[in-house]
């Protein structure tokens, strides 16, 4: 005879396991259910459409469209009258940080649900929402300290750390779980990590440029004391050097038929236009909406060279 107790156990037992004793959430293969995609795809789109209306709120001078954090202005959450159009950039912009932790705490409770089949998603949604969470923290004091030049160029490149992380989620729902083998020769998978510290090098001396640059949220800003027109030039040199890299990638994994090939060839797109858009504003005087695509462009180079990072391993056939 069953109490009370065990019978609101067993129902919530029910509503979270499927006909065969499975989670919900998952299926027979351990890949998640379409849900958990759906909601895995949103977060990585937010976290992209941040960056973007981050790069908007800077590159329109909004920077201190709100004067505080977590209000807009002491006395109102909402941006008033007299704030303007920089008032309304700057909380649209915090505002979208609202769903955008909203997906991530989801995806951490729905993958929680199948954590003992797929560990490594739950480890993976877990660094999301943890990254989500600081970056509203960073963001805060971003506004406290006047939008210091080099606490928004570490605010920026978390963001681009996120995008990342997000996108290794995307890629590793699609597999299934166990035990991984390295799918590509060793030197491929040398000259792999060489482009990708290539990457970041070229990400870290860009945010350096634009931290000295004319864009940098507000007109009142002190610059990181760089050499804007120097930094352009240095910031060049990796990015050539990781264009040259990327193509012996995909020579390399076309010739071979590589399991990495096709991201391969998509990182080398994606680059190639970042590099256009990169020559372009360079010589355009940087005009603002030229430096936002770019911004943004970066964040997609830097998740395509993290899937194909990942495809380097494949899992165990079984």
């Known amino acids: 005879m069953s109490t009370p107790s065990s019978t609101a156990t067993d129902s919530a037992t029910d509503s979270a396991t499927s006909p065969g004793g499975r989670p919900r959430f998952i299926d027979a293969d351990g890949l998640p259910s379409r849900l958990v995609r759906v909601l895995a795809w949103i977060s990585f789109v937010l976290n992209v459409t941040i960056i973007a209306t981050g790069g908007a709120v800077r590159l329109t001078g909004s920077g201190l469209g709100c004067s505080d954090?977590?209000?807009?202005?002491?006395?109102?959450?909402?941006?008033?009258?007299?704030?303007?159009?920089?008032?309304?950039?700057?909380?649209?912009?915090?505002?979208?940080?609202?769903?955008?932790?909203?997906?991530?705490?989801?995806?951490?409770?729905?993958?929680?649900?199948?954590?003992?089949?797929?560990?490594?998603?739950?480890?993976?949604?877990?660094?999301?929402?943890?990254?989500?969470?600081?970056?509203?923290?960073?963001?805060?004091?971003?506004?406290?300290?006047?939008?210091?030049?080099?606490?928004?160029?570490?605010?920026?490149?978390?963001?681009?750390?996120?995008?990342?992380?997000?996108?290794?989620?995307?890629?590793?729902?699609?597999?299934?779980?166990?035990?991984?083998?390295?799918?590509?020769?060793?030197?491929?998978?040398?000259?792999?990590?060489?482009?990708?510290?290539?990457?970041?090098?070229?990400?870290?001396?860009?945010?350096?440029?634009?931290?000295a640059g004319p864009h940098s949220g507000d007109d009142s800003v002190v610059r990181d004391g760089f050499d804007a027109s120097l930094l352009a030039h240095v910031h060049a040199w990796p990015g050539y050097a990781a264009l040259a890299l990327t193509v012996a990638l995909v020579i390399w994994a076309l010739a071979q038929r590589l399991r990495p090939r096709a991201w391969s060839v998509a990182l080398l797109v994606v680059l190639l236009v970042q590099i256009g858009v990169g020559v372009y504003q360079a010589r355009s005087g940087l005009p603002p909406l030229a430096v936002g695509v770019h911004m943004v462009l970066a964040s997609l180079t830097a998740a395509a060279m993290t899937v194909v990072v990942l495809r380097l391993k494949r899992p165990v056939a079984t």
């Open 69 to 211: 954090w977590p209000v807009c202005v002491p006395g109102s959450l909402t941006p008033t009258p007299e704030l303007g159009i920089h008032g309304v950039i700057e909380f649209g912009n915090r505002t979208l940080s609202g769903p955008l932790l909203i997906f991530a705490i989801a995806v951490l409770v729905l993958t929680w649900t199948i954590r003992r089949q797929r560990r490594d998603l739950f480890v993976i949604s877990a660094v999301v929402l943890g990254l989500v969470a600081s970056q509203a923290v960073i963001g805060g004091f971003v506004v406290w300290l006047h939008l210091n030049a080099n606490l928004v160029g570490v605010h920026y490149v978390i963001s681009l750390i996120i995008v990342c992380v997000t996108a290794a989620y995307l890629v590793r729902m699609y597999e299934r779980p166990g035990a991984r083998e390295r799918a590509v020769p060793t030197p491929f998978l040398i000259l792999a990590h060489i482009t990708t510290f290539a990457m970041a090098i070229t990400v870290f001396v860009g945010v350096l440029t634009t931290g």
